[in-house]
């Protein structure tokens, strides 16, 4: 066999999304691209803001020895940069550079902080519906995932994440936009859920990890307000890209920060720095870390929220149930019929959407709305005619 | 306890290196930057070729879409442009781009082939002295390290290494040149090491595969001819970074290659996608591929030499033992005295180097010399006091 068996058994699971994917080529080369509403990718079709193409031609001149290896939490100056924007912006109190790991994007982080932390057999709670390489992430580093259903308007059930936790837990992922559903935690629910760890701790010595997957914080619609967890409780891992915020998926760069609270917090940094390095990414990438700091976050979610916009429309006219979407640029909605079916007549209809089951929540499907506004009109007239065919 | 069992672990025994960058740290506070002479670090201080700010400069500004998610594998006329270059260069005969995955660096493309192949519980085959995180890389993914003893003269020692092969050995790395000792095999020796495993295969039908890491493979002198293992043996990764040959370390750029007649070639291919993705690398920063395909490698070796060809007088005339240096930017000699001894009287006269344990080779010591003139002179003085003193 020349895969290894848990690679051979991922690449099987993983097969649903894959050959989506697969059939999008294949049906973009049958029917043109035109013609295909492909809604499966996060990747978004926005250019990265004015300022960005002019910050890497000037950086790429300044100054020798800028390619070179840095300390594996990232250039000093650059960590300063992140703790002293973190701290203006009301994210944490003080936090100093010591604090910070610059990483190459929020999946990077994650990874790496669950090498810092996690012993093989821990497990770690995540709240369905979730992003899927959550589960591959959990267990690169002999883990367990433990999954626990949401409230019914799919905000934290905190009662039913306290049940979940066993002596094993070590660690829960938030997130925060949340990818597939688009809804935002409001402060006091996740208040509620900070207080009840802390409880855990105090009465009965447990230290259990937040991870805070904050990428898509800044794209918030409405007025909505976004609360950090990493801000409320001590023991929390803030783990940010700017993938969504600079549109620059490919290149790579975030950072994790913790708050400056953390037990152990420089054991913890120690352990970051080690990690980092014997993983494989051994720094976030050189260039864009200066980039990050020069550019600063400009998001622009005028487009996104258009499209958010449209398509709720239609969702709402032709009979969908779905999620009140208050933020990222996912809408995630309930199937007509049963998810295989479903699915299988959107493709016939050449719309291409992501089951629910991919997020470990069976029977919806998620839009990335990421997309041109040709491609939206063309979704929501195939839809609106799902939904038809569907009651007819 | 804050840290996972395993890093506590990591970090202490990986604490004789670390110890010594901090105290190097302290050393130049204390002394003066141009009184240490630092030695420890293979982190060039050559720049990037002529050529690399314009190409940045040029591709920063020219066609959208180009900082997006692409495909796991990398761009594919990127993938197309590193396929092309190893078939002209004659590495390969026939590399299809769909053979080639870019990856952040040498150390997320071992990281993304050892978690596509190896099971828990399996070894992998590394000859001392070796980079001492193959252990780390190896141990990420459940696997064990096995070590072999060179040869006299560094090179492989095949009949040890078949000695040491038993029924969970899943593949051999080869570093060549060598980091610590300099080494270029010949072909000749990695001949007779590919036609072992090629035995092996045909008589017990056990698959091994080789992981040919090759970043310093164009830094060889004195018409060192280089050959690729990964050229020998059907069941090969070719591991390349640009790290040294385009003095970008810090931008985490490099690329696999598996050998075209690899068995089951496209299903290791459609493994390491998934494996480049689950494990947070997800692809290589998208810039710097593509700009790679433009720069070209250029290295000019002169400098590098003439900092080898100084050093190599000295030890000789101290009366060092050493391995002759073929290529890399390293010298690996004997201490005088046991290691601790010597590097701790080294470090007393503000000389730092790398013991040789922390290369798996006790009381050996190991020099880099990608360092400026100034701290090779003082280097210079340094080793030959070190050496009276010792014969003293």
């Keep these: ?15 649903k999304i894959r050959k989506l994917f697969e059939e999008g080529i294949r049906l973009k080369e049958i029917h043109g691209e035109m013609n295909v509403a492909d809604l499966s990718l996060g990747n978004p079709v926005v250019e990265p803001p004015d300022g960005f193409v002019e910050t890497v031609s000037d950086l790429i001149q300044q100054r020798t020895g800028m390619h070179r290896y840095m300390p594996n939490l990232g250039f000093p100056w650059v960590r300063e940069a992140v703790a002293k924007t973190l701290t203006d912006e009301g994210y944490f109190k003080g936090l100093g550079a010591h604090q ?89 629910n996740l208040t509620e859920l900070a207080d009840m760890l802390a409880r855990k701790k105090h009465e009965e010595g447990q230290t259990i990890y937040i991870i805070s997957d904050e990428p898509y914080r800044e794209i918030v619609y409405d007025g909505t307000s976004f609360t950090s967890i990493a801000n409320l409780y001590a023991n929390s891992f803030m783990v940010y890209s700017f993938s969504k915020s600079l549109s620059i ?30 993983l494989g990414f051994v720094n976030a990438p050189a260039l864009m870390q200066r980039v990050i700091v020069d550019v600063g976050v400009r998001v622009d979610v005028k487009d996104y929220q258009a499209r958010r916009d449209r398509l709720k429309k239609v969702l709402e006219e032709s009979g969908y149930e779905f999620v009140k979407p208050q933020g990222t640029f996912y809408l995630f909605a309930k199937c007509f019929d049963g998810e295989g079916t479903f699915i299988e007549k959107a493709k016939e209809k050449l719309l291409l959407v992501v089951p629910g089951s991919s997020f470990g929540y069976r029977d919806w499907f998620r839009i990335a709305y990421c997309v041109d506004d040709n491609t939206i009109e063309l979704a929501c007239t195939k839809l609106r005619e799902l939904a038809e065919a569907s009651r007819g």
Excluded: Q, W
């Design 100 to 188: 910070v790991m610059m990483c190459a994007g929020a999946s990077a982080g994650i990874n790496v902080v669950l090498k810092t932390i996690l012993n093989p057999g821990e497990n770690v709670i995540v709240v369905a519906p979730y992003f899927v390489e959550y589960k591959s992430y959990v267990e690169n580093h002999g883990g367990e995932l433990n999954t626990v259903t949401p409230a019914e308007d799919f905000s934290l059930d905190v009662k039913k994440i306290a049940e979940a936790i066993d002596h094993k837990t070590r660690a829960v992922i938030i997130n925060s936009p949340n990818n597939p559903t688009g809804v935002v935690y409001s402060k006091e």
């Design 249 to 278: 998926p490919g290149e790579r760069i975030g950072y994790v920060a913790i708050n400056p609270e953390m037990e152990d917090g420089s054991a913890i940094m120690g352990g970051m720095a080690v990690c980092n390095r014997i």
């Design 1 to 15: 066999m020349p895969l290894s068996r848990r690679i051979e058994r991922d690449i099987k699971s993983a097969s």
